[in-house]
């Protein structure tokens, strides 16, 4: 009996996207293919990560990113496999990745989705055995079907998505996602090689008193950023803050609290990305009752202009969210 209830029962991700997809008739299942696609993706990097320490997949790659980073023997190795899996799928017929300056194009006309995605988040945490993940975006084409995905379809406002989701290659590996009605998780059984769920209807607590931000750059804040802190000290909130976005998040919104990447002197638009890091995350903490803001706008309505344009993120709980909001405003 022990044994039996150790196995894992319930509903497999495929089977729990084929059950939504039955709740909207007209539903094509394209969508839902390229769901799929994404876990099958994931899956393959999950068995790469695992094994980073045994093979010669740890380390730099010896090149740089559009924005400048070294990109790590992983962060290109994951954006192989999630392109491949898309281009396989047939679902996309353009990307936009962390690792490739222009657009993506797959080469499928037909292709009713653009995706946005950062295939390997929290890179510098690769080789020390931290927690990862992946971040992606769906959206649905403007352009006609028939022709390349264009630039317009690729520089579309957050609430335009369809989907977002991450992966987060953890102590367990889970596939947490949102096509616009409430967030859920899915947990990965390694010997069975499927995701179950284990986290259905996922909701962020209203507040929280956990404060996620580099402090390490807290001479570079603003006033504000700099003021909101000092209440956290003074509150006794926990410090946490891991270096990989979609981990940190992930922690808050089952806990409750707030992730901020501020504006800094440094880089005044802040570090994260909003195509492909800020917007996925910001439409599931709204799904799942939270906030998501670069400090005095939603994040989902910011009109994006470059593919790899990025934005302060403050992100998680309401209530810690709209303090930070108040007191920005307030220091103006
Ligand atoms: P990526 O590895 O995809 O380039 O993202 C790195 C991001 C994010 O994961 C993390 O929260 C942040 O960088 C950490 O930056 P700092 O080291 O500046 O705090
Ligand atoms: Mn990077
Ligand atoms: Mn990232
Ligand atoms: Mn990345």
């Known amino acids: 009996i022990t044994e039996n209830l150790a196995l894992p029962v319930g509903t497999t991700l495929d089977r729990f996207i084929m059950r939504k997809q039955e709740d909207f008739p007209f539903a094509t299942g394209e969508l839902s293919q390229l769901l799929r696609d994404i876990a099958l993706a994931a899956k393959i990097v999950n068995r790469a990560i695992n094994h980073a320490g045994l093979t ?29 899996a898309l281009r396989n799928g047939g679902e996309v017929c353009a990307i936009i990745s962390e690792e490739d300056e222009e657009v993506i194009q797959t080469g499928n006309h037909k292709g009713k989705y653009i995706v946005a995605i950062d295939p390997l ?89 956990i404060y996620s931000i580099n402090e390490g750059s807290y001479n570079q804040f603003q006033p504000a950023i700099k003021q909101y802190v000092e209440l956290c000290r003074e509150r006794n909130y926990s410090a946490r803050y891991i270096g990989s976005l979609v981990a940190d998040f992930h922690r808050n919104m089952l806990k409750g609290g707030i992730y901020m990447y ?71």
């Open 56 to 84: 010669d997949i740890g380390g730099a790659y010896g090149k740089q990113n559009v924005q400048g980073e070294d990109q790590q023997k992983l962060d290109v190795v994951a954006n192989i496999r999630f392109i491949r």
């Open 121 to 209: 988040d929290g890179s510098s945490n690769i080789d020390v055995n931290v927690s990862i993940g992946t971040i992606f975006s769906v959206y649905r084409r403007l352009s006609d079907q028939g022709c390349e995905g264009t630039l317009e379809d690729c520089l579309q406002r957050g609430v335009q998505q369809v989907a977002a989701g991450y992966i987060i290659y953890g102590s367990s590996t889970m596939l947490v996602y949102t096509t616009g009605c409430g967030v859920n998780g899915f947990t990965y059984e390694t010997s069975l090689g499927e995701f179950f769920l284990s986290h259905p209807n996922i909701t962020i607590p209203t507040t929280g008193s």
């Open 262 to 332: 501020p504006s800094t002197t440094k880089a005044p638009n802040g570090k994260l990305r909003l195509l492909y890091e800020a917007n996925a995350l910001a439409f599931i903490v709204e799904q799942a009752g939270g906030k998501a803001s670069n400090g005095s706008e939603r994040i989902m309505e910011l009109y994006p202009t470059d593919l790899h344009q990025r934005c302060p993120l403050y992100i998680g709980s309401t209530e810690m969210v709209e303090e930070v909001e108040r007191l920005l405003a307030s220091s103006e």
